[in-house]
Each structure stands twice: as structure tokens, then as C-alpha cells.
């Protein structure tokens, strides 16, 4: 079929690159902005614009924030000696709701993936490193909170070799049973995981 539209095509283009959107979502959504009103579009175009020139990467944390350092580096409150290992933002944006944790963070970017090319070298590790080195802001505890899978793991792995010349403990959060679940929908690894993960009622 012929195409009618370049700049459509190439909007639909663009937005099949977006995580989780195939063509046929992004044909939807091209759709869609193209029968809403023009400011409403504009300012979608515009509030993408702002994301790209107002967003900056924390120098401390390497989270995204409009301000560097962030809100959480610079809050005197959260110098609790606590640094917890994150892959991406958004994991620091759920912990965070929990209102659970009151240290602070450090954002890898990803995690080890040999078949991705990814290596240490690609993450924020030695950042990492320097803020346990770092004597002015003595660190306790280094907590992993990484995705329990296959890559996840080998990471946390790699991170607890990496940390273990240093005077520092680390832990990592529990893996368990969602509350609200039955046991029987619950599959091997993770109820074998949950019995190792128990603590003290």
C-alpha cells in the first residue's frame, strides 16, 4: 500500500521505538494526536522538549531529578551511613512510596549482561565504589534491591565481591510471597526463596 502521509509514517516510526508499543499501538496513538486540538499537541511537543533540557542526572545518586545534587542527596536527614543499589529510577521511585527507607540511594543504569555487552564499565559501579571510599560521608550498609532474576542476581553477586574489601555490610532486600496470595499460586523458586528469606516472627 501506498503511503499517504510521510510524517505520519515517521511519527508511527518513532513511536514503535517506545518500550512496550508495537506498530500497531503507535499507528493508535498517531491517530489519536492527530484528531486532538493543535495546543493540545504543542504542548505535548513541548513538555517532551522540557524533559530533555530540564531533567538532569544527580551527580551523587545518578537518579534523574530537575535539580543536581537531588532532593535526597542533599537532605541531611537521609546521611544515615545507608545506600541502597538500585537498577533504574523507577525502582527508586517505588521504594520510595513505601516511605520505608531512609537512606540513601545510587542508580546502576541497568545490570550486568554479557549477551548485551553490558559489563561493569557500563553501569555506575565505580561511583559506587567512591562513595564507600569516601571518608567524609562514612558508609554502613550497602542494601541490593536488584530484580531477582538471572541478571539481577549475577549483578548483586559481583557487587557483593566487589564490596567486600571494604568496612561495610551488605544486605539485600527480602524475596517472598506477595501478601494477598494463596501458597498455591505461588511457583518453587520463590516459595524456596521465602523459607530462606524468613526472619524472626
Known amino acids: 500500500m501506498k503511503v499517504t502521509s510521510e510524517s505520519l509514517e515517521r511519527t508511527i516510526e518513532e513511536l514503535a521505538k517506545l518500550p512496550g508499543t508495537g506498530r500497531k499501538s503507535a499507528q493508535r496513538i498517531a491517530m489519536y494526536l492527530l484528531k486532538q486540538p493543535d495546543d493540545s499537541v504543542y504542548r505535548l511537543a513541548e513538555t517532551l522538549q522540557n524533559l530533555k533540557r530540564s531533567v538532569k542526572t544527580c551527580c551523587i545518586c545518578r537518579t534523574f ?58 553501569l555506575h559501579v565505580k561511583s559506587l565504589i567512591q562513595r564507600v571510599n569516601n571518608p567524609e560521608e562514612p558508609v554502613t550498609e550497602i542494601i541490593l ?43 518453587d523458586a520463590t516459595l524456596s526463596r521465602a523459607f530462606r528469606s524468613r526472619s524472626t516472627f
Do not use: W
Not at 541502597?84 to 521511585?93: K, L, P
Not at 571494604?166 to 506477595?178: L, M, S, W
Open 65 to 122: 531529578s530537575d535539580e543536581d545534587p537531588c532532593a535526597i542527596c542533599e537532605n541531611p536527614k537521609r546521611q544515615n551511613g545507608q545506600i541502597c543499589v538500585v537498577e533504574e529510577f523507577q525502582d527508586m521511585y517505588f521504594i520510595e512510596r513505601t516511605d520505608e527507607f531512609r537512606g540513601r540511594y545510587h542508580v546502576l543504569g541497568g545490570v550486568l549482561s554479557p549477551m548485551n555487552n553490558i559489563g561493569p564499565d557500563q
Open 145 to 187: 534491591a536488584l530484580n531477582p532474576d538471572a541478571e539481577g542476581e549475577a549483578t548483586s553477586f559481583y557487587l557483593h565481591k566487589l564490596l567486600q574489601p571494604f568496612e561495610v555490610q551488605v544486605t539485600r532486600i527480602a524475596y517472598g510471597i506477595p501478601v494477598g496470595t494463596d501458597l498455591e499460586y505461588i511457583d
